[in-house]
């Protein structure tokens, strides 16, 4: 097929240049190569994820974790693919659940997406989009029972899981009709349906499952601390998930728009800020700098900034990030505390971190950043002009007359 480029001058003298491959496309193909560049950045953090469980555990469980978290990928892809999408997104979804008109990928919108902020890109590609966060989900859990779980239960178990616990609690915040959505909960890119819900599950994992054997093969009676066997593991995973974090928050904005950068910058800042918190509580503990406090942390403030991403400046990043990092590291020693083996500190990180986190986006959200994606919108659309400030902003008229001219009548905009 053949493409044809226009070039032209409006009347301010900018220059303008359109592609008329196929000009009853109503998306704008700059989102969607962004939309598919962040759906491969978050799938790189499934593997970041298992190369750090797997450097913080013991050396006889490392090729384990790496493939419990590495299989997380085809069966959730399988599960989304099936009737995940359609629980979860379905435009008709109700305030708890969605349906099953979209099983398979059937019936999907070429024209925009299912949510206000994807209106602009295929629902096709939001679909792949939303797939990487519900494998992310289903990966953080293993880190809970990680070195006593086989490999083929822990497979059902998250094909289920993601079915029954994922698809629902996602539904209820981020569908259209969802309760949590409907009250005005603010959650931007999954404090909530990723991290407390992978969170609180990789506790209740723990419990069922019970404590680890020591080496000697004796059942201890407190939780003990494994050495991690590789560190490098630890700090390369932290790499893949920092990376793949930029995709994770800044490709929620569903464009390539301010708002995108915006989650980038923040994010950043909220990973730096854990980071240092965390190493710098525990150099204060122990004298030691360590790499994986260091890469702890920076999880930490990653998860704390998730819910706020897309809501949050810069400065307010500094403050989640440090807040952050410290509760989650408090957290961590709970463990020692109530005598719960929580192997890779999934509920300290990822339950604790994400509750804070939405806790203090409802705190410093801005409006000013929301606007950015055109969520909010300064400017007045063509009826609101027409029916005046006070009728469209305030819902009544300076002025009452019996004789009411047509500007004192509400109009009832389609849009």
């Known amino acids: 097929m053949s493409e044809s480029l226009y070039i032209s001058l409006d009347n301010n003298q900018q220059l303008t240049m359109t592609n008329d491959t196929n000009p009853s496309e109503k998306f704008i193909r700059g989102d969607v190569a962004w939309v598919l560049t962040a759906a491969c950045f978050t799938w790189l953090m499934t593997p970041g994820i298992g190369l750090f469980y797997s450097g913080l555990a013991r050396r ?3 090729l384990s974790l790496i493939m419990l978290c590495f299989l ?9 693919y099936t009737w995940g999408y359609s629980l ?14 979209n099983v398979f990928f059937l019936n999907l919108d070429w024209d925009s997406g299912p949510t ?3 209106q602009n890109i295929p629902e096709h590609a939001f679909a792949v989009f939303e797939c ?7 990966a953080i859990i293993v880190g809970g029972a ?14 289920f899981w993601s079915t029954l616990v994922y698809d629902v609690i996602a539904s209820w915040c981020w569908s ?6 409907k009250l005005g909960g603010l959650d931007y890119a999954g404090g909530i349906p990723v991290h407390v819900s992978s969170g609180a599950s990789a506790l209740a994992f723990c419990l069922i499952v019970g404590r680890r054997l020591e080496d000697n093969g004796m059942k201890p009676r407190r939780v003990i601390d494994v050495i991690p066997h590789n560190i490098i593991n630890v700090v390369i995973g932290t790499i893949f998930l920092w990376f793949g974090w930029f995709g994770f928050n800044a490709g929620t904005a569903m464009a390539a728009n301010k708002r995108a950068i915006m989650a980038c910058i923040v994010s950043n800042l909220s990973a730096s800020l854990g980071g240092l918190t965390w190493m710098f509580l525990d150099y204060w503990r122990n004298g030691n ?31 989640f990030g440090v807040i952050g990092g410290a509760v989650c590291n408090f957290a961590a020693r709970l463990k020692f505390i109530l005598n719960f083996d929580d192997s890779m500190d999934v509920f300290a990180i990822h339950c604790v971190g994400g509750l804070i986190g939405s806790i203090l986006t409802g705190a410093f959200a801005d409006k000013y950043i929301a606007h950015y994606s055109g969520e909010f919108s300064w400017e007045l659309n063509e009826a609101g002009e027409l029916d005046g400030t006070d009728i469209t902003e305030h819902g009544e008229a300076a002025y009452c007359f019996a004789d009411a001219p047509e500007e004192n009548v509400i109009r009832i905009n389609d849009n």
């Open 60 to 62: 006889k469980n490392a």
């Open 146 to 159: 990680a070195e006593r779980i086989r490999i083929f239960p822990t497979i059902i178990f998250i094909f």
């Open 132 to 138: 990487m966060f519900a494998i992310l989900s289903a």
């Open 72 to 80: 997380a990928i085809p069966i959730v892809s399988i599960q989304w």
């Open 176 to 181: 259209k009709n969802g309760w949590i959505a």
């Open 116 to 118: 206000d902020a994807s």
């Open 88 to 101: 979860t997104f379905n435009k008709n979804a109700g305030p708890f659940i969605g349906n099953l008109q």
């Open 289 to 319: 700098l360590y790499a994986v406090s260091f890469c702890s942390g920076a999880i930490a403030g990653l998860v704390t900034i998730t819910s706020g991403s897309g809501y949050v400046s810069p400065f307010s990043a500094v403050i």
